[in-house]
């Protein structure tokens, strides 16, 4: 007997067949239709709200749920507010789809297309976040990818009453209201993990654990990053006032988000000159040090913490800063190859030829030259909207906007062509011509 | 304690890294110097190649294996040349890494810069053909990849003795000898397939179970197919003459090939007229039909069997082809969606609004209008050289160059920019502006 869960991804398979035919305008009018409806059932879902908030105070007096995951729970007319401004930003974004990459002539009569087209289904597990549902679904829709989502059990109520909404905004505007589902309880995370003939990709949106364990259970490919342990190398010929200026930033700005900076490796030429700049100016943002044996001897009067078994490889996310004397910038890019976890570093340096060894050399989603971290971003990067921040090496890099929900085709538009023609003695050749792409 | 396969691969993680910033000309002088050694030690290659045939002399007179295989596993003098032809092809590609694919201006001064760059380690599985160790190591090369190749053991002493001249030239040009490494016996499978910390890719070459079984056993994303169940659609405004001569290459020309066609999706208005002609095609050409009930009534004089259970979701890789006669072009495409294996499939119309419905509305990684599916190949579409044909649809789909061998990563230089500036009040606006690349 079929599942539950499994006829909502078969639905939701059978969706994403009609949303891959359907136009960019379509798509767009069911956004804006279901921005509106969130707008207008703000009661409604404040209500639904009101029960998860209700269900989450003996958790929150118990201390089994933080005040900062209650926080994130609780819907406010703002948040209602800003999750619609954030769908309708969704709807102004280009079409991902049907974009042309590559044209070439094969032969005369003979044109080969490589085009963008959706994935298919994607299945997004997030925890105690309400927003996540009008921002994937947004995102689902304008890729013309069918969404099945799950929520955390927290979230459940808001989450139900969202759906329901776009539900409705879908049928309204003529495509298939499978097109978003939500499924709830435990057993569905293990369920839609084995789905490899219905889901084309996981979106695990939460902490690392979450990450780890989709990862850990499923064949089928996951976008996403367990950790994010950024660095900053301050080369030899560093200007002291922008390394403090970038640390800083990079360390104090948000501690929790993944583009936060971890550890501070410094050139031993600067060292002496740096740590005590870089000790007083932590001291002063509320950073705590934890170093080197060397970083430790050079601060002896501001007897930081040594760094513990594995500090190295450890994402603080907090304010906390790990700090290491290096002997050139060749142990620096070991170092984070060997204790990094491919997400995003930087050189601080006058020295172009170090900076560009520096950015060649290190194996990282983002690589940057006397920048902060904290630019590793999807909407920093001009991305629009940011699906994630992917650590895998395959298929989408680093911080991913729209383009990373679709795959391509090749189409190939002939007029009987044979291959037989184009081997053996008499062959046809190729033209192999590249085109322009309009 | 370290396992030897384990050894190898971090061997070729420390190569990948010298790789990743040696210069392409190297990497040239790397793949000519091996390909001249290749040709001068033909000899011992020969010698080497008949020790692995006199050990594969009793199973083939047990049966246990092919003449074919036999035949793939001998080496002669025009397959050496052969070899080397085809590695100096590959030197003459362009170089794949190092490409900008987008460049940003994210503010003045501050520009960001997304790259191609070698994935790292790949480790390629393959079973009795010689060719592919040249194949690869030219290839990984090119890319600036380490690679991990595992022979079939019939092909050991072969691989072992070409390995050991490519690892000559290596070492000869100044680049690591472990950039190209063999591991034998059946053991190191598994070991790689779990090295998910040092392996960044996994490339099976060989039939559909060695496929199958790699992409059941690891979480190291698999390139490749295990099955090609190509697909021709007989649209009822189809040209009759073409619709035959495009099935006579598609399923006659090289029936193996993941690319040759299974299946014949025959619309019903055109079916009566059509299908004797294909009748009679198929007995000129040694075909044999398999078809569906109303196939079979229509070609009662011909006596064909009818598709067996799964027969629809079968590859044949013989001159076998299974017909079916369907109502309309969506029922062409709702089959090929339940039993095709999203390889390449082709419609043969006049009609243009159905070729482009075909077009836009199949999920495959080839969709072809009146052009045979053998097309779908590297060499013909232009890449040079062919990495393998990927099914899935994530990083690479269809048929794949040396671009599907590089991954990309954001490089983003500046001046001292901290994101700070960019949010709150006084927020310094980003320009997102999208610049040329040359």
């Known amino acids: 007997m079929t599942s539950p869960v499994r006829r909502v991804a078969e639905a939701a398979r059978r969706a994403s067949r009609i949303l891959s035919k359907s136009s960019p305008e379509q798509r767009n009018s069911a956004i804006r239709a279901a921005a509106?409806?969130?707008?207008?059932?703000?009661?409604?879902?404040?209500e639904a709200n009101s029960q998860d908030l209700a269900a989450a105070?003996?958790?929150?007096?118990?201390?089994?749920?933080?005040?900062?995951?209650?926080?994130?729970?609780?819907?406010?007319?703002?948040?209602?507010?800003?999750?619609?401004r954030s769908m309708l930003a969704v709807r102004e974004l280009p079409d991902p789809t049907g974009k042309v990459l590559q044209r070439t002539e094969l032969d005369q009569g003979l044109v080969l297309e490589k085009i963008t087209c959706p994935l298919g289904v994607l299945a997004v597990i997030f925890e105690a976040r309400s927003d996540a549902v009008t921002q994937i679904s947004a995102l689902g829709l304008k890729s013309a990818n069918a969404v099945v989502l799950k929520a955390g059990h927290e979230v459940e109520r808001t989450a139900l009453a969202l759906i329901a909404i776009i539900r409705g905004a879908l049928s309204n505007c003529g495509l298939p209201e499978d097109s978003v589902a939500l499924v709830t309880g435990r057993e569905p995370v293990r369920e839609l993990l084995n789905m490899t003939d219905l889901v084309d990709m996981v979106i695990p949106r939460g902490p690392k654990q979450l990450v780890e364990f989709v990862q850990a259970n499923t064949r089928i490919p996951v976008l996403g990053h367990a950790e994010g342990i950024c660095h900053i190398y301050v080369d030899e010929t560093a200007d002291i006032e922008m390394a403090l200026a970038i640390i800083d930033d990079a360390k104090t700005d948000y501690p929790a988000a993944c583009n936060a900076a971890e550890t501070v490796l410094v050139h031993e030429k600067i060292a002496s000159q740096?740590?005590?700049?870089?000790?007083?100016?932590?001291?002063?943002?509320?950073?705590?040090?934890?170093?080197?044996?060397?970083?430790?001897?050079?601060?002896?009067?501001?007897?930081?913490?040594s760094v513990k078994?594995?500090?190295?490889?450890?994402?603080?996310s907090d304010l906390i800063l790990a700090v290491r004397v290096v002997d050139s910038i060749d142990d620096a890019i070991e170092h984070i190859h060997t204790y990094g976890s491919s997400h995003t570093e930087t050189i601080v340096t006058h020295d172009p030829i170090a900076a560009e060894r520096f950015l060649n050399e290190?194996?990282?989603?983002?690589?940057?030259?006397?920048?902060?971290?904290?630019?590793?971003?999807?909407?920093?990067?001009?991305?629009?909207?940011?699906?994630?921040i992917s650590t895998s090496k395959l298929h989408a890099r680093g911080p991913v906007?729209?383009?990373?929900?679709?795959?391509?085709?090749?189409?190939?538009?002939?007029?009987?062509?044979?291959?037989?023609?184009?081997?053996?003695?008499?062959?046809?050749a190729f033209t192999h011509k590249r085109l322009a792409i309009e």
Chains 1, 2 share one sequence.
């Open 36 to 46: 509106k409806l969130v707008e207008q059932n703000r009661q409604q879902l404040l």
């Open 57 to 84: 105070d003996p958790m929150l007096a118990s201390g089994e749920m933080t005040s900062a995951t209650y926080e994130r729970l609780r819907l406010t007319g703002k948040k209602i507010a800003e999750m619609t």
């Open 274 to 305: 740096f740590l005590p700049s870089l000790a007083e100016m932590s001291r002063s943002r509320n950073v705590a040090l934890r170093g080197c044996e060397r970083t430790c001897a050079m601060l002896a009067d501001h007897r930081i913490e």
């Open 309 to 316: 078994n594995a500090g190295w490889h450890h994402e603080y």
């Open 362 to 388: 290190v194996d990282s989603a983002g690589v940057f030259h006397n920048a902060s971290t904290r630019f590793a971003d999807g909407y920093r990067y001009g991305f629009g909207a940011e699906v994630g």
């Open 401 to 428: 906007g729209l383009d990373g929900l679709t795959t391509y085709k090749y189409v190939l538009r002939g007029s009987g062509q044979v291959a037989g023609d184009y081997q053996g003695a008499n062959a046809r």
